[in-house]
């Protein structure tokens, strides 16, 4: 019906690595190409569904296996999903793998080093966290195992928002994911 089938983008990388600004750029420029799309990321999950869970590893195990779980009810659906969550550990990441058809799972690696990221931070989360005011933050005193093999690293530490989402974007078509439905330049 969209031109397109469902699938999961799964922006993973540090906190403020840009993995929601470039899910939102991306569903933008999507949506404008005609496809169905939504992004999960920590204000619509953390707030509601998953509102009980804290940052142990526990529960960040627990966060990520429910956000798995609803994208793909996503990629059933027909829809492009975007998840844009740290989700600091691989084995975590490779159980939403799992749970999606193959080929439908798409991990996006949202690369930027760690000073850069505290530049940007926009809570001040890093400043907390190197103080000893936040515990278990990823990056500072909790791990984050960077992805090995990602199906895409989006270098957001020196690429534009729109040069990351345009790689994405003819990622997607090269896969016969997503078809353009406007014509012209896309």
């Not at 975007?82 to 798409?106: C, H, N």
Request: proline share 5%; hydrophobic share 35%; aromatic share 8%.
């Amino acid at each position: 019906m969209n031109n397109h089938g469902g699938a999961v983008l799964w922006f993973t990388g540090l906190s403020a690595s840009g993995k929601s600004t470039l899910a939102v750029a991306l569903e933008s420029l999507l949506f404008t190409q005609g496809c169905h799309t939504y992004v999960l990321d920590g204000d619509n999950v953390r707030h509601g569904l998953n509102k009980n869970l804290g940052f142990s590893p526990e529960d960040r195990k627990e966060n990520i296996r429910r956000i798995a779980e609803v994208a793909k009810l996503f990629v059933d659906a027909g829809v492009v999903v975007m998840t844009a969550f740290i989700s600091p550990y691989a084995e975590d990441r490779e159980i939403a793998r799992k749970l999606v058809p193959p080929g439908k799972f798409i991990e996006v690696y949202c690369k930027c080093p760690i000073n850069t990221c505290e530049l940007r931070d926009p809570k001040g989360l890093y400043k907390k966290a190197r103080t000893g005011q936040l515990k278990d933050f990823t990056g500072i005193n909790a791990p984050y195992e960077a992805p090995e093999r990602p199906e895409i690293t989006a270098d957001t530490g020196s690429e534009s928002v729109e040069e990351s989402a345009r790689k994405i974007v003819d990622y997607l078509r090269q896969r016969g994911l997503v078809t353009p439905k406007v014509y012209g330049r896309d």
